[in-house]
């Protein structure tokens, strides 16, 4: 049977993906479709009201840039005078805060120069929808010298290879290619997964397990590696 819940609506039988109502989406609507938990909400909202640094993955359509939106109504809910900055390539987020810019990408313009100007603005929070490979150093900076609390989202089949994507996007321009520096390159390799490790502290993937439904698994990125690689925590309640 087709889901009723608002939280899904039929594109295509063979392609099933969520939508919502962005004008009015929150975290309840995901509760209301089992999307998630009590305990998941109570986590991510909590984690929005500390400033946490969330990162949303998951595959093409999957809702990524719904469920921004939902966090943002969160967001707005606690304090709607935040400054918020939002890069973009269509203007698809909706914020109902009284200080919110949206800044759509054009090729004119290079993701460097569009953050460097919005910075002078001083944003307390700063969204960035699909962050790409050409974006992700720039936006990681953006995130290390802003306030904390930012969104992205980023396409990922999981949350342990989202972190190692945008590990492998801040390595290419510093990797060095001498079997000399085979030593030095790998302290970089840990130095940048330390950085990324203080950077991120939330991670929300989206799954779709079955049709015309979604999961959410929602991590805790531990400041600490483990064996050199990353540490994820679920959750309780997942």
Not at 20 to 47: F, G, H, P, R, W
Request: proline share 4%; hydrophobic share 35%; aromatic share 6%.
């Amino acid at each position: 049977p087709k889901p009723s819940n608002r939280i899904f609506r039929d594109i295509d039988s063979k392609n099933p993906i969520s939508k919502m109502s962005l004008a009015t989406v929150c975290l309840d609507d995901y509760l209301e479709a089992d999307a998630i938990n009590e305990s998941q909400k109570n986590y991510i909202e909590n984690a929005i009201r500390d400033h946490k640094n969330i990162l949303v993955t998951g595959k093409t359509a999957a809702g990524k840039t719904t469920l921004t939106t939902a966090l943002l109504r969160s967001v707005t809910a606690h304090d709607s005078t935040e400054r918020i900055v939002a890069f973009q390539n269509t203007t698809n987020i909706v914020c109902d805060g009284t200080k919110y810019l949206p800044v759509k990408i054009e090729d004119d313009f290079s993701t460097p120069h569009l953050i460097n100007h919005t910075m002078r603005m001083r944003p307390q929070r700063i969204i960035f929808d699909e962050i790409r490979r050409d974006d992700a150093l720039h936006v990681i900076q953006a995130w290390q010298c802003s306030f904390s609390g930012n969104i992205g989202t980023l396409f990922s089949h999981d949350a342990a290879a989202a972190l190692r994507f945008l590990e492998i996007c801040m390595l290419d321009d510093d990797l060095e290619e001498d079997e000399n520096d085979e030593r030095s390159n790998e302290f970089l390799h840990q130095t940048i997964k330390q950085q990324l490790t203080e950077v991120v502290n939330i991670i929300i993937h989206i799954e779709q397990p079955h049709w015309g439904q979604i999961k959410l698994r929602t991590y805790e990125v531990t400041p600490t590696l483990y064996n050199g690689d990353y540490g994820l925590l679920s959750i309780p309640g997942e």
